[in-house]
């Protein structure tokens, strides 16, 4: 057993939005690593919450007529029921109205002024509320744009206080360059030094314009300023463990890891450690960012109408069956289409044929022929080769955990029980019988038990109901003695007679919830292959390997329209080989007539998210070229069949 101690953290979710299977997403996996932590005997402390200040936030509120205290309170508590029923293993859930948070971050304010890092100017800038992020003009898009989510920015001019993030910089490349596991996956970590190295501004760290949000300390005498959204929120990693008010948890800190989606990885890997750095504070060990759940390639958000509802996924399928899948089905880092389709066959085949079928024959073996008693003394004798390639898996785990590849972890621990069910094929335990080889047969039922305590015990932090289930059928406890001795090490059970329990995984032939549109056919690995696309966060410097993969087509323009009220905007249907035009929304007009556009060629962006501006989905880019003499659009020098590709 080992006394470390491992801190493991979720964002805390925005509340202006109920929980979508994104968000569950993130808090299933940190579930499970604070699961296998306090299983490998760690002293574990896993925390998640609601972010509950904020323009964004404040604006929700107003919009449904109520406080934002009030609104801010009913949407906190739907995300805490959720994790409730889904019996998130959470020790502390923080909200960032908590009085001690607050305290905590006024704490940090100080401290971080009191060390030079914070002095106060005036801001004039692009704001996106909806990301609550300030962007600089050049990475707007339209000039007008937000660059993340598409929506309209607002400008911005305040006094502000400003934190020096410019002067972190060759810190924050020192860290990336000494700890390589720093932030998880490590492809992601690269995007973010490109970022660093091209350079950092100091970063707005207060607003004036509303008061949803926590005060400065009262030293700084300027009321009228509240913090910045996300340094307030970013601190909740610590305040939660007592920063500036009891410290009462703070030997959790540094985080062991740190669960984040890719969207929010610049805020985590360096605005975060920056602050760290300021307050003296030792960094976290990992920062890992996950990819997306999408609906036909697009983020799933509610704005978008896109959203699957967690709750309704668990409660028709199961929640370990759907925890199972989640991690199962999509490479951590990467991005997943959902779909029923994929949900269902995981059910059906990993979790029913595999490891259901396999505690069903070893039920049935027993029952048949020693009366459900199953006894492992003779296992060695006859099948060390087994037990032997089912440690060579075993001892493969751990690793792939800690690096966060939750689903090769999954894929190891898969082949025990096909050792398992290969050994019941080849051997046959009913001619092991008819030929009077009763200790042999009764090794057999050992060995597929012992193979099925130690995959439940190994399981137990993804699917805990299901893997409990199982070590009650075979009357063993899941804890860190049976990690230890079933799951790490060599043990077999103890003799016992077998429990018989209904089938897990009953087949499933249908969807079960029609709400969600049919899919297609493509499962969703081969869709999440075909629609990953590695976001560059606003980073302008890319490899030649990120450069192959964009999807740059020849379009033929079928229609085009003015877009109404847009001085810069075209609204263009082109034809890009599929079976329908994609709709693109180009700032093209003051150089571009409709008639100039209307059945001619252009080069298309087509893997690009599709993005709404004006509130129209634009689902492409065309290649233009602009100089002081105007713009020019880029085009095939001769006529292309549509969608041709270009590269
Ligand atoms: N409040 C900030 C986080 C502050 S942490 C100091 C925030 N909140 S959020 O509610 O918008 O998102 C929380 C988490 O949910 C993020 O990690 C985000 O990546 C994740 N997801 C939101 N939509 C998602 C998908 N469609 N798919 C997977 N995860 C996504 O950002």
């Known amino acids: 057993m080992s006394c470390e101690k491992a801190y493991i953290t979720t964002p ?24 296998y932590s306090r299983l490998a005997g760690m002293e574990t402390f896993f925390l998640t919450g609601t972010d509950e200040h904020g323009q964004k936030i404040a604006e929700a509120a107003k919009r449904k007529g109520e406080t934002t205290q009030a609104y801010a309170n009913k949407i906190s508590a739907t995300f805490k029921d959720l994790w409730d029923d889904f019996d998130i293993s959470y020790d502390k859930f923080i909200r960032t109205t908590d ?35 300030f962007f600089p003009s050049i990475q707007l898009v339209d000039d007008e744009f937000c660059p993340e989510c598409g929506k309209s920015t607002t400008i911005v001019e305040e006094e502000s206080y400003f934190f020096r993030l410019s002067s972190y910089e060759d810190k924050l490349l020192a860290w990336y360059a000494d700890t390589p596991d720093c932030i998880l996956p490590r492809s992601k ?31 700084m005498n300027d009321p009228k300023h509240v913090m910045y959204v996300w340094l307030d929120a970013l601190m909740n990693y610590v305040t939660a463990l007592g920063y500036g008010t009891d410290d009462k948890n703070m030997d959790f800190w540094p985080a062991r890891v740190q669960l984040i989606g890719k969207d929010i990885l610049r805020f985590h890997a360096i605005y975060w450690p920056a602050f760290l750095m300021s307050l003296g504070l030792p960094l976290p060990k990992h920062i890992a960012a996950h990819g997306w759940w999408t609906r036909d ?27 199972y899948f989640m991690l199962r089905e999509v490479p951590f880092g990467g991005d997943g289409d959902f779909s029923q389709k994929a949900l269902i066959d995981r059910i059906n085949s990993d979790l029913g044929n595999d490891l259901g079928n396999l505690l069903n024959r070893v039920i049935g073996m027993s029952g048949k022929y020693f009366e459900g008693k199953v006894d492992s003394s003779n296992v060695a004798k006859y099948y060390q080769t087994e037990l032997d390639e089912v440690h060579v898996s075993l001892d493969k785990l751990e690793p792939l955990l800690y690096e966060m590849q939750i689903h090769r972890y999954l894929e190891e621990l898969w082949r025990p029980l096909t050792v398992a069910n290969r050994a019941i094929d080849k051997y046959e335990p009913w001619n092991l019988i008819k030929n009077g080889k009763e200790e042999e047969a009764m090794a057999l039922n050992g060995l597929i038990s012992a193979i099925l305590a130690k995959v439940s015990v190994m399981l137990y932090p993804v699917m805990p109901k299901v893997c409990t289930k199982i070590a009650d059928a075979l009357h063993f406890t899941i804890d860190n003695v049976s990690f230890e001795k079933l799951g790490k090490g060599t043990s077999l059970l103890e003799p016992f007679t077998l429990t018989k329990i209904d089938p897990l995984f009953p087949r499933i032939e249908e969807p079960l919830l029609t709400q969600i549109e049919p899919e297609d056919k ?10 990953k696309v590695e976001t560059t966060e606003g980073i302008a410097l890319i490899g030649i390997d990120q450069f192959f993969q964009t999807s740059l087509k020849v379009g033929t323009v079928v229609k085009a329209e003015e877009v109404e009220k847009s001085k810069k905007l075209l609204l263009l249907q082109v034809d890009v080989g599929e079976s329908e035009p994609r709709q693109v929304v180009a700032g093209i007009k003051e150089w571009y007539s409709v008639d100039d556009m209307l059945n001619t060629q252009v080069c298309v962006v087509a893997n690009l998210k599709p993005a709404k501006l004006m509130g129209m989905l634009s689902q492409g880019m065309l290649l233009a070229a602009k100089d002081e003499n105007g713009l020019c659009m880029i085009r095939p020098e001769k006529t292309k069949l549509a969608g041709t590709p270009i590269g």
């Open 297 to 323: 390639g697009e983020k799933m958000s509610k704005s978008k109408g896109n959203v699957v509802n967690p709750k309704e996924v668990a409660d028709a399928y199961g929640l370990d069956n759907f925890r």
């Open 99 to 133: 009085e001690e948070h607050m305290q905590g971050v006024q704490k940090a304010f100080s401290t971080m002024h009191k060390n030079g890092d914070i002095y106060k100017d005036t801001y004039k800038g692009h704001y996106c509320i909806s990301c609550e992020t």
């Open 12 to 35: 805390i979710y925005y509340v202006n939005d109920i929980a979508h299977i994104g968000h569950a997403y993130t808090t299933i996996i940190a579930d499970t690593l604070a699961r």
């Open 522 to 531: 493509k499962s969703v690995t081969q869709k999440a292959k075909e629609t």
């Open 189 to 219: 970590k690269n995007e973010v030094i490109r970022f660093v190295e091209s350079g950092l501004q100091d970063l707005s760290i207060t607003r004036t314009s509303f008061d949803w949000g926590v005060k400065l300390p009262e030293d």
